[in-house]
């Protein structure tokens, strides 16, 4: 009799258009290590089942994953690590929110509230605020550097901020494209350029850290918003979403210019219109940014790992 094939039961979700599939059963043993540890093994011995629940035939270059364990916080109503079709993230904004649609759906959050959720790069809180809302409120984020400078291939000189949001990012503002849904093959080249310049000039994040994450900035397409941005993410997919690491990015930089007041908002629009409603407050001096979303549970299902498949483990990339 043949191996039956491994199952892996999933949720999927949307958060402003950018989906998210959270793996809730038949993931991988990872032990009982902080996260970072837990990270780390996933990503050494079990990196094929990344590849096999995200990568094509049964994902997309779009999806983002999120793997729930045990917390190593008793605080925790959960532990969660993020994935994407290129690597492993710290932290994934619109994926929190659609973490916390997914276990509204599976029953373990059953009424509005604060709820504590520990990820790799620390603990954020999740307000559940009823129906398909939520707010998280993201690990202190912070400016690394101002006004950085850097000659792209086949485009000039383009003046950047480095900042951190949970990923590493490099935001600009003063980059000339059109930022519509129309110009995205265009917009993904650009970006892309660079974050092959940052690397090849040895720009970084604290400690060394790579910037995989490009923001670009223009004004927002409807007057209720403050702006409108275009983010390319590691994998090179682009973020349907406001992008919640960056847009607390964007806040970061915005409260160290002097532009943004505690507790003010800023809406952020997406390339593809939809709309993160982001503010901040100061906690000992740190920039702590709040993200409001909306999620929509999409899919439950359970993925087939057949060995004798020759795709079973994803085509790659």
Same mark, same amino acid.
């Given at each position: 009799?043949?191996?039956? !094939? /491994?199952?892996?039961? *999933?949720?999927?979700?949307?958060?402003?258009? +950018? %989906? =998210?599939?959270?793996?809730?059963?038949? $993931?991988?043993?990872?032990?009982?290590?902080?996260?970072?540890?837990?990270?780390?093994?996933?990503?050494?011995?079990?990196?094929?089942?990344?590849?096999?629940?995200?990568?094509? !035939? /049964?994902?997309?270059? *779009?999806?983002?994953?999120?793997?729930?364990? +045990? %917390? =190593?916080?008793?605080?925790?109503?959960? $532990?969660?690590?993020?994935?994407?079709?290129?690597?492993?993230?710290?932290?994934?904004?619109?994926?929190?929110?659609?973490?916390?649609?997914?276990?509204?759906?599976?029953?373990?959050?059953?009424?509005?509230?604060?709820?504590?959720?520990?990820?790799?790069?620390?603990?954020?809180?999740?307000?559940?605020?009823? $129906?398909?809302?939520?707010?998280?409120?993201?690990?202190?984020?912070?400016?690394?550097?101002?006004?950085?400078?850097?000659?792209?291939?086949?485009?000039?000189?383009?003046?950047?901020?480095?900042?951190?949001?949970?990923?590493?990012?490099?935001?600009?503002?003063?980059?000339?494209?059109?930022?519509?849904?129309?110009?995205?093959?265009?917009?993904?080249?650009?970006?892309?350029?660079?974050?092959?310049?940052?690397?090849?000039?040895?720009?970084?994040?604290?400690?060394?850290?790579?910037?995989?994450?490009?923001?670009?900035?223009?004004?927002?397409?409807?007057?209720?918003?403050?702006?409108?941005?275009?983010?390319?993410?590691?994998?090179?997919?682009?973020?349907?979403?406001?992008?919640?690491?960056?847009?607390?990015?964007?806040?970061?930089?915005?409260?160290?210019?002097?532009?943004?007041?505690?507790?003010?908002?800023?809406?952020?629009?997406?390339?593809?219109?939809?709309?993160?409603?982001?503010?901040?407050?100061?906690?000992?001096?740190?920039?702590?940014?709040?993200?409001?979303?909306?999620?929509?549970?999409?899919?439950?299902?359970?993925?087939?790992?057949?060995?004798?498949?020759?795709?079973?483990?994803?085509?790659?990339?």
């Amino acid at each position: 009799m043949p191996d039956q !094939p /491994r199952k892996i039961h *999933v949720i999927d979700s949307h958060t402003g258009g +950018e %989906p =998210t599939r959270v793996i809730t059963a038949g $993931g991988p043993d990872l032990g009982r290590g902080s996260l970072i540890e837990r990270r780390a093994i996933f990503a050494e011995k079990f990196d094929d089942i990344r590849s096999a629940v995200i990568n094509e !035939p /049964r994902g997309s270059d *779009v999806l983002v994953g999120a793997l729930l364990v +045990e %917390p =190593t916080d008793p605080s925790c109503i959960a $532990g969660v690590l993020f994935f994407n079709n290129a690597s492993y993230l710290g932290m994934c904004g619109h994926g929190t929110i659609g973490v916390a649609m997914t276990l509204v759906s599976m029953g373990r959050i059953q009424k509005p509230g604060t709820y504590r959720l520990e990820t790799p790069v620390g603990i954020v809180s999740i307000e559940y605020h009823g $129906g398909n809302e939520v707010t998280i409120e993201n690990i202190p984020s912070y400016r690394h550097a101002k006004d950085v400078s850097i000659i792209v291939d086949g485009i000039g000189t383009i003046v950047g901020d480095v900042a951190w949001g949970g990923n590493w990012f490099f935001l600009v503002a003063d980059h000339g494209q059109e930022l519509e849904r129309s110009n995205i093959e265009k917009l993904t080249d650009f970006t892309r350029r660079i974050r092959q310049a940052l690397a090849r000039d040895g720009i970084s994040g604290k400690d060394g850290a790579e910037i995989d994450h490009i923001e670009l900035f223009g004004p927002p397409k409807l007057p209720e918003n403050q702006s409108r941005n275009f983010v390319l993410c590691p994998g090179l997919a682009y973020d349907r979403s406001p992008c919640g690491t960056g847009t607390s990015a964007k806040l970061a930089c915005l409260f160290a210019n002097g532009k943004l007041r505690e507790g003010e908002i800023w809406r952020q629009e997406s390339i593809i219109g939809s709309v993160f409603e982001g503010s901040v407050r100061i906690d000992e001096g740190r920039i702590i940014p709040r993200i409001k979303g909306s999620a929509y549970v999409t899919a439950e299902a359970i993925l087939l790992i057949d060995r004798d498949d020759p795709f079973a483990l994803g085509i790659p990339r």
